[in-house]
Nanobody
Framework: QAQLVESGGGLVQAGESLRLSCVASGVTLENCGVGWFRQAPGKERQRVACISGKHGNSYYDDSVKGRFTISRDSAKNTVYLQLHISKPEDTAVYYC?????????????????????WGQGTQVTISS
């Protein structure tokens, strides 16, 4: 059975960097579309980024574009989310999710319903 485990969350000051990891078992992430989502208290789950395909095509929400980087290490069956420049509004629980590979141009990557497997989440807190 597929299992995703996130780690790397914590408390940092605004402007500092943080790297989140999503380690998988029972599923090969290189063959999946893998997304990161986040949810802040009292708010809906929000898309963050996704990576898919043999060449690791990546897609980002506008709110994190240029500040976050999603990457994949196939040998470790792990997907990362690097928060290069963090802001207080990035505070949330971050979840990784895996599903079928994305179609061309990443259509639909932002829809939580396309992902079959979810991790338990890791808390990220950015202080101002």
């Amino acid at each position: 059975q597929a299992q995703l485990v996130e780690s790397g969350g914590g408390l940092v000051q605004a402007g500092e960097s943080l790297r989140l990891s999503c380690v998988a078992s029972g599923v090969t992430l290189e063959n999946c579309g893998v997304g990161w989502f986040r949810q802040a208290p009292g708010k809906e789950r929000q898309r963050v980024a996704c990576i898919s395909g043999k060449h690791g095509n990546s897609y980002y929400d506008d709110s994190v574009k240029g500040r976050f980087t999603i990457s994949r290490d196939s040998a470790k069956n792990t997907v990362y989310l690097q928060l290069h420049i963090s802001k207080p509004e990035d505070t949330a629980v971050y979840y990784c999710a895996a599903g079928p590979p994305l179609p061309a141009y990443g259509i639909g990557w932002f829809s939580p319903t396309r992902y079959d497997h979810w991790g338990q989440g890791t808390q990220v807190t950015i202080s101002s």
